[in-house]
């Protein structure tokens, strides 16, 4: 197993750890770089201001809590989209 990939599972154990709705209202996740841009542009999340830097994924985004019932539809699903 290379460094990279070892670096890759380490931090793939990392979101799982992380993914979480905390006490802020928010979870931290991984997704494609088109999911990631379509969830910025539709006010559903914001980059981790880490990503591409200390974290090596540049898509690693928190994802602000549903509000109410129709925000858990599209909650859902970009949860499902998630790279884990």
Avoid: C
Wanted: net charge positive; charged share 15%; hydrophobic share 50%.
């Amino acid at each position: 197993m290379t460094t990279t990939q070892i670096m890759l599972a380490l931090f793939s154990v990392a979101v799982l750890i992380w993914s979480y709705f905390d006490y802020y209202k928010w979870k931290a996740l991984v997704l494609s770089p088109s999911d990631a841009k379509k969830v910025i542009e539709m006010s559903w999340g914001e980059l981790h201001p880490l990503a591409g830097r200390f974290i090596p994924v540049k898509t690693y985004l928190f994802i602000y809590a549903p509000r109410n019932e129709a925000d858990l539809g599209v909650i859902q699903q970009i949860l499902g989209a998630a790279i884990l």
